[in-house]
């Protein structure tokens, strides 16, 4: 009895085994698990260590941070100090020196308006006006003439909130266009249909590069005598239009993901096109192609660059002005690396989001 | 009589509200509306375009393609000089492109597939490596990448002189790559030609071997046959030519090297930059191809006695692509829209020669027409390609 009792107390004290990973054992199993295997790795350590050595030598320990040209001339390391000497011009261009707090406090508004929307629970009614309201602010800030700014003219702008202000701007007036056109498209009027898809196949086969060639030559050709738009407008009119045929593909996935059901049972409810869209078609469809506009955004955000072309002083033609600049003519891969950061911060934060919004959202 | 009036009206308001709330008649309408806009803006735009190209006096129409275009183009697939016309220096343009996409659809796919792979690796390091390479390189915009590499063959490589060599016959310098490559024999030609005759006939082989296989249940060795086909036959034209080996090395005369294949600075930094950015978005979808097929189907198929090659080639593969080419063909077609930034590094490239057209000759509507017309004509073939693909592909339900 007793023994048997005392083996019953013991099988109820034993727990699954729980599987104990300590560092050896993970090397075995992650890097060393068959020959192969244990041949990449060595490769792969051989390669690293020919590369990440010399490279954080060049970097970092033989690099200057803040120093004039001629002594990163002769130093053997890299010359990070371009990057302080011209950081003002780099991030906002021409902009008036003495007027530089307001593209900041823009910039700083943009960051925190995004910081805010990436809590869903804020997403209601009261969220668009913030961001119209917010996007208003942020252009009365940069053009002025209001409140007692001084008016500074959009030619003058330049730099980071050129390059933001192209993408995102660009993607909200883009946004209303791309959902009439997958609407359409996916319209039983041939008519409209017809000019949908003209419209969509014909802006998604040319490259973004002949819609800016054809803002800088043609638009003002367009035109009638006398009314001049300036340049930046209309690099980013070309934007809108480039980005709304990329925006009206996504959704029109999201619409062909809505079930017939729901659109059959909207009309059963009685409910008009403008009803049946609005209320029912969609809120779902839209919500579906969050994932994928969060793409299209950052492809839009990376496309902003190609404005360089036809010469607006955007974050990378400003960091090209620089390096033209005698005295720090050279120092190009530092230069670069520099918008390279900027550029990988911005897009990765935004795709990390994406990839976490996909998964909370199960689509 | 003072009654009727009334009656008549009100059954004729219910005669045309019922028109106007008839589906097709307001359909109808609709799309009348909508035409008259679009072509009224037309008209609008059409209207100003013409009265400013009278005002400013620039000549409209395509004559100016049989002009002579008086610029240079610096590297050409056919023989090209300044006294040749403009519709010339337009196909030398968009030989260029082709050229620029061919080669780095090629590398791309290579490259792309051997990342997404090493992706997917056992290896802890390799499959991290791989993912950081993949998020970084898309989260840089081409353009900048771009510059980075021009700035890399103009700022940071020596000249020829002291040229780096980081592989044997490879030399990189500020005038660009150059490679050792096979003197040219006519062997070769014949090398070419027994390869297509080659593939001719595995196609043959392939046909027959289905046939027979659907008739008598017998399986025809086609992989191994294949292989040994498409290579022998090359192979045993070069033993049979004399097995020429005589390779055309790189040398420093003077400035610059003499000898090998020379790619410039500006067409190594397009391609070293199309490549390794679209390489990226390859790896992600070869990647999302491997992971959308199941375990259960390759266990199945063993399950079903076939070979490990064969679960491959008969199971995973068929399925594995029809998930990876559709992406795959929309990301070349990227590569080739990309590839007109070409522009913005000197290399010319179909846009670069025509925006140098447009500038020359002031024609800026036939000069961007132009442009979007190839770039169209590229995008129509793929999505054929597509269609042709898609309907080879889609699923056979029983």
């Known amino acids: 009895m007793t023994k048997s009792g005392k083996n019953h107390i013991q099988t109820e004290g034993l727990k699954a085994p729980v599987i104990r990973i300590g560092a050896l054992q993970w090397i075995k199993a992650n890097l060393f698990n068959g020959v192969f295997n244990s041949i990449l790795t060595l490769v792969t350590l051989f390669f690293l260590y020919k590369v990440i050595p010399p490279f954080a030598r060049w970097a970092l320990i033989d690099s200057l941070w803040l120093s004039s040209a001629e002594q990163c001339r002769a130093a053997s390391g890299a010359c990070w100090s371009i990057i302080p000497a011209n950081i003002r011009f780099i991030i906002f261009g021409f902009y008036p020196h003495e007027l530089h707090w307001r593209p900041f406090v823009a910039i700083i508004m943009l960051v925190s308006l995004l910081l805010y929307s990436k809590n869903r629970d804020h997403w209601n009614k009261s969220f668009g006006y913030i961001w119209i309201a917010g996007l208003l602010t942020m252009g009365i800030l940069m053009k002025g003439g209001l409140f007692g700014l001084t008016p500074v003219e959009s030619d003058q702008w330049g730099g980071l909130p050129l390059t933001l202000m192209l993408s995102f701007f660009g993607m909200f007036a883009a946004y209303p266009l791309g959902v009439l056109l997958a609407l359409g498209r996916r319209s039983k009027m041939p008519a409209v249909k017809t000019i949908c898809i003209l419209y969509i196949e014909l802006i998604r086969g040319v490259p973004l590069i002949s819609l800016l060639f054809m803002s800088a030559v043609l638009f003002p050709l367009f035109l009638p005598e006398g009314l001049t738009v300036n340049k930046i407008i209309r690099a980013q009119a070309a934007i809108i239009l480039f980005t709304a045929a990329y925006i009206a593909e996504v959704v029109r996935g999201g619409l062909q993901a809505i079930t017939r059901g729901q659109y059959e049972a909207a009309e059963s409810l009685g409910l008009n096109y403008v009803q049946r869209m609005r209320l029912i078609i969609l809120p779902q469809a839209l919500k579906i192609v969050i994932p994928p506009t969060v793409g299209i955004l950052i492809s839009a955000f990376k496309d902003t660059s190609l404005v360089v072309i036809i010469a607006l002083y955007d974050v990378l033609k400003t960091t090209k002005s620089v390096l033209a600049n005698p005295s720090w003519m050279g120092f190009s891969p530092e230069a670069y690396l520099f918008v390279a950061l900027i550029y990988f911060v911005c897009c990765f934060s935004m795709s990390n989001y994406s990839r976490r919004l996909e998964k909370e959202l199960h689509t | ?398």
């Open chain 2, 1 to 398: 009589m003072k009654k009727g009036n009334p009656v008549i009206s009100t059954e004729h308001a219910a005669q045309r509200a019922a028109l106007l709330h008839d589906p097709k008649i307001r359909a109808i309408l609709y799309q009348i509306a909508v035409l008259g806009i679009v072509g009224l803006l037309g008209y609008y735009l059409f209207s100003n375009t013409t009265e400013n190209l009278k005002r400013q006096s620039i000549a409209t129409g395509f004559g100016f393609l049989h002009k002579e275009a008086s610029f240079e183009i610096g590297e050409s697939l056919i023989p090209y000089s300044a006294a040749d016309t403009y519709i010339r220096a337009l196909l030398v343009g968009a030989l260029n492109t082709i050229k620029v996409a061919f080669v780095g659809i090629i590398l791309t796919i290579i490259l792309g597939t051997f990342l997404g792979i090493a992706r997917l690796s056992k290896n802890w390091l390799v499959s991290k490596l791989a993912a950081v390479y993949i998020e970084v390189m898309q989260d840089i915009p081409i353009l900048l990448q771009l510059f980075f590499w021009y700035s890399f063959f103009y700022d940071i490589l020596p000249s020829p002189g002291e040229a780096l060599e980081p592989l044997t016959g490879v030399f990189m310098s500020n005038r660009g790559l150059v490679f050792a490559v096979p003197e040219w024999r006519p062997a070769y030609l014949y090398m070419a030609m027994a390869f297509i005759a080659g593939c001719i006939a595995v196609y043959f082989m392939r046909r027959w071997a289905r046939k027979r296989q659907e008739r008598t249940g017998q399986i025809f060795p086609v992989l191994t046959l294949s292989l040994a086909i498409m290579i022998g036959l090359p192979l045993t034209t070069w033993l049979l030519a004399g097995a020429p080996h005589q390779m055309s090395v790189p040398e420093l005369v003077g400035f610059n090297f003499k000898g090998g294949l020379n790619m410039s600075p500006e067409f190594a930094a397009l391609l070293l930059g199309l490549v390794l950015y679209t390489a990226a978005f390859v790896a992600e979808i070869v990647r999302a191809g491997i992971q959308a097929i199941g375990k259960g189907q390759t266990e199945a198929a063993m399950a079903i006695g076939l070979k490990p090659g064969q679960v491959l080639s008969l199971v995973i593969l068929p399925q594995a692509l029809r998930v990876i080419i559709p992406p795959l063909t929309s990301q070349m077609l990227n590569l080739t829209k990309n590839s007109s930034l070409a522009v913005a590094i000197g290399f010319p490239d179909f846009v670069s020669v025509a925006s140098t057209t447009i500038n020359q000759t002031g024609q800026a509507i036939e000069g961007i027409s132009l442009i979007m017309v190839v770039y169209l004509c590229f995008s129509l073939l793929t999505s054929l390609f597509m269609n042709w693909y898609n309907k080879k592909m889609t699923l056979v339900e029983r």
